[in-house]
């Protein structure tokens, strides 16, 4: 599968502000998952989009995908400090699930 | 039970110990990861076992040496580590490898002295 790249790399908040991150990719794909890590810990799968679907969401996150841009993005609404972590994107492409992350987007929610 | 248990949490070794690194699943997942973290880093893939058997070693220094001995276990056997190996060492799961989701474990810190 391909890395995806996160954009931007870094993001300051304060809480109850919306949080914004983009994912882009280079060659067509079968779905595009979000990863979030806190710091040092394990990353614990957020949210599934597949290649038909244009718009998901789950509680507080809301994701987009733009096909013909190659290009998704994750909505964190009312943030909160907890919320504070590294966000990945994870484009698969084949039938298998092998990962390879970008950099990351390293939120961070000002109390 | 729907976890990924890694021991140890933390480890320390010198450059001439070997050690090794447990992953356990009971999801009844068939496919299984090995990902090496370092600091600020994203997670890089190192090993993919697929039914037991290992399906992808990212070009991996044969000092480090992955196992699989049956459905639940994963080891990752280290031997004659630099100091540049220290990292967190996180393992995943899936039901099996075109499954859609990776399950993490909280991860090995692991620094070599």
């Known amino acids: 599968s391909q890395q995806g790249e996160e954009d931007p790399q870094a993001l300051s908040i304060q809480e109850g502000e919306n949080a914004t991150m983009n994912c882009s990719y280079k060659?067509?794909?079968?779905?595009l998952q979000w990863y979030r890590q806190n710091s040092g810990r394990g990353l614990v799968h957020l949210i599934l989009?597949?290649?038909?679907?244009r718009e998901k969401h789950s509680g507080r996150l809301r994701v987009t995908l733009d096909t013909s841009k190659k290009s998704s993005s994750l909505l964190i609404t009312a943030s909160r400090a907890a919320d504070t972590a590294s966000y990945f994107c994870?484009?698969?492409?084949?039938?298998?699930?092998?990962?390879?992350f970008g950099a990351g987007t390293r939120l961070t929610v000002k109390p | 039970d729907t976890e990924v248990t890694q021991t140890p949490k933390h480890l320390v070794m010198g450059m001439t110990n070997k050690k090794s690194l447990k992953c356990e699943q009971h999801?009844?997942?068939?496919?299984m990861y090995w990902y090496k973290q370092k600091a600020k880093k994203p997670p890089e893939l190192m090993f993919v076992?697929?039914?037991?058997?290992?399906?992808i070693n990212e070009s991996v220094p044969s000092r480090f040496s992955p196992e699989c001995p049956n459905s639940s276990l994963l080891n990752l056997h280290l031997h004659a580590l630099q100091p540049e190996d220290s990292a967190l060492y996180l393992c995943?799961?899936?039901?099996?490898?075109?499954?859609?989701?990776?399950?993490f474990g909280p991860g090995t810190r692991l620094l070599v002295l």
């Open positions: 995943a799961s899936s039901q099996v490898r075109e499954a859609e989701t990776q399950y």
């Open positions: 060659t067509s794909i079968n779905n």
């Open positions: 989009i597949r290649s038909n679907e």
């Open positions: 994870a484009p698969l492409t084949h039938n298998n699930n092998d990962m390879r």
């Open positions: 999801m009844g997942h068939r496919a």
């Open positions: 076992y697929s039914y037991e058997k290992l399906s």
